[in-house]
Structures are given as C-alpha cells and as structure tokens.
Antibody
Framework: QVQLVESGGGVVQPGRSLRLSCAAS????????MHWVRQAPGKGLEWVAV????????YYADSVKGRFTISRDNSKNTLYLQMNSLRAEDTAVYYC?????????????WGQGTLVTVSS | DIQLTQSPSSVSASVGDRVSITCRAS??????LAWYQQKPGEAPKLLIY???SLQSGVPSRFSGSGSGTDFTLTISSLQPEDSASYYC?????????FGGGTKVEIK
C-alpha cells in the first residue's frame, strides 16, 4: 500500500532555512506527481507546491514563491521541500501527498505530516 | 485564483441523519472538485474526486454531486466515525485551493 513518511520538521528561527523530506513507497514513485500542503495550527488546508513526475514542471503558491523549492530524487523515491527565509506565518504541519491517477490536481494519498515551527 | 466557499462552517447532527455540505466556486470548474475528510490529529483522506466519484474504500453513504460552481457532499446516514472536518478542493487549475472546512459533530 502507499506509504508517505515526512521528516525534517522542527523549531527554526525566522529567516533561517529548513529542508523537509518525504519518503515514498508502495507505488511507482517515478510515475506520479507530488504535492506539499500545509495546515497552520487550528486552521484549514493550504496548498504549497507541486512537482510533476519527472521534475520538469513545478508550481508554487504565491505565499511561498521565491522562498520554497520543491524537488525530487526518483532514484531514492524521495520528495523534498527546501524552505528558505522562513517566517512566523510558515508555522504549520506540512503534508506530502501523491497525485490521483486520474488528475494532477487531486491528492489521493497523504503522509502523516511534519510540524514546522518558526519562532525566535 | 479560484475561491471556494463552504457552508455551513459547522453542523451537529444525530446518528442516522442525512447531512449535506455545500461548496461554491468563484468561477466555473466543470466537475473538477474533490472532497476530503480530516479527523483530529490525522492527515486528510480523499473521499470524492471529480465531483461525484467515490474513492476506493470509502463507504457508500458518502456521495458528491454538482458541476460548474455549486457542489454538495452528502452523508446519507451519519455514523459516529464520521465526526470530522470536511474540505472541498478545486481540481481545475493551479494554485489549488481549498474551502474553509466544515466541522461535523455528532449530537
């Protein structure tokens, strides 16, 4: 079965960087686009970024554009999110999610999430 | 960006009740809408895709309908395990956007 396991979260000071990872298993990783979605404490879901199956195309939410970079290593079945110039408003649980087989825009499977706290 | 407005923001109903949640898009999105369920402390789970297609493994008491700008998620007979937050998400274009969520509680 599909397994997505995020790691790399923690407490970081404003302006610093952090890299999240998402280890994928149970499906042919190279064949699927992947997303990052976040959820601030007690708030709703906010889409962050997507990368297509071969890494050729990436799209970002305006709130993270220019600061976050999504990437993938298909040889390691791993998705990444490099987060630079972190702000307090980036504090959230970050989920990685696999695209649905029928649509890049639907998220069929989600990891358990990793918490990022930006605080001095 | 496509805005999604969900209503109600919360609903309290009894076991066995029929519960409906609506989602209105700021522009037409054909049938490109998904619904997710999220229980406290857990990741979201896909329930419905393409407005009305039931994701594998999801109980048949969940159904979705609508097209264009107006969509509905219906739980035909509410069960205790359905206590959760529900989110719609437009699957038409980037940036993906979600509705504000609906919290379903059991009376």
């Amino acid at each position: 079965q599909v397994q997505l396991v995020e790691s790399g979260g923690g407490v970081v000071q404003p302006g610093r960087s952090l890299r999240l990872s998402c280890a994928a298993s149970g499906f042919p990783f190279i064949g699927y686009g992947m997303h990052w979605v976040r959820q601030a404490p007690g708030k709703g879901l906010e889409w962050v970024a997507v990368i297509l199956y071969d890494g050729s195309n990436k799209y970002y939410a305006d709130s993270v554009k220019g600061r976050f970079t999504i990437s993938r290593d298909n040889s390691k079945n791993t998705l990444y999110l490099q987060m630079n110039s972190l702000r307090a408003e980036d504090t959230a649980v970050y989920y990685c999610a696999k695209v649905h087989s029928g649509s890049w825009y639907t998220l069929s499977d989600w990891g358990q999430g990793t918490l990022v706290t930006v605080s001095s | 960006d496509i805005q999604l407005t969900q209503s109600p923001s919360s609903v309290s109903a009894s076991v066995g009740d029929r519960v409906s949640i609506t989602c209105r898009a700021s522009q037409g999105i054909s049938s490109w809408l998904a619904w997710y369920q999220q229980k406290p402390g857990e990741a979201p789970k896909l329930l419905i895709y393409a407005a009305s297609s039931l994701q594998s493994g999801v109980p048949s008491r969940f159904s979705g309908s609508g097209s264009g700008t107006d969509f509905t998620l219906t739980i035909s007979s509410l069960q205790p395990e359905d206590s959760a937050s529900y989110y719609c998400q437009q699957a038409d274009s980037f940036p993906l956007t979600f509705g504000g969520g609906t919290k379903v509680e059991i009376k």
